[in-house]
């Protein structure tokens, strides 16, 4: 059973920062594509940042470029999420995705889903 498992969200103040991670089990995704996506009361999910198999190659959301850093350890089948200077508008239940094909700008098509962390950036 493949499971997609975040952690690291929380509470904190505008400009603070927090490391979201999501550990991956059940299946190898080192040659997968991943992802995190996130969902604000009332919106649409949406794409925030995406890396390739191999670190190489990674995305972003104009909203975040700049104050995140999307990266992963395939020996530890682990994405990351470094959020720094973060914004109000960055609260939302932040989800991890994986999946295989291309790669490409705000893809937001992925065949296994994490359950969710919540951030909540507060004024």
């Known amino acids: 059973q493949v499971q997609l498992v975040e952690s690291g969200g929380g509470l904190v103040q505008a400009g603070d920062s927090l490391r979201l991670s999501c550990a991956a089990s059940?299946?190898?995704?080192?040659?997968?594509?991943m992802a995190w996506l996130r969902q604000a009361p009332g919106k649409e999910r949406e794409f925030v940042a995406v890396i390739s198999w191999g670190g190489t190659i990674k995305y972003y959301a104009d909203s975040v470029k700049g104050r995140f850093t999307i990266s992963r350890d395939n020996a530890k089948n682990t994405v990351y999420l470094q959020m720094n200077s973060l914004k109000p508008e960055d609260t939302a239940v932040y989800y991890c995705?994986?999946?295989?094909?291309?790669?490409?700008?705000?893809?937001?098509?992925?065949?296994?889903w994490g359950q969710g962390t919540q951030v909540t950036v507060s004024s």
């Open positions: 995705a994986a999946g295989y094909g291309n790669i490409w700008p705000g893809r937001t098509a992925y065949t296994y």
């Open positions: 059940g299946r190898d995704f080192s040659s997968g594509v």
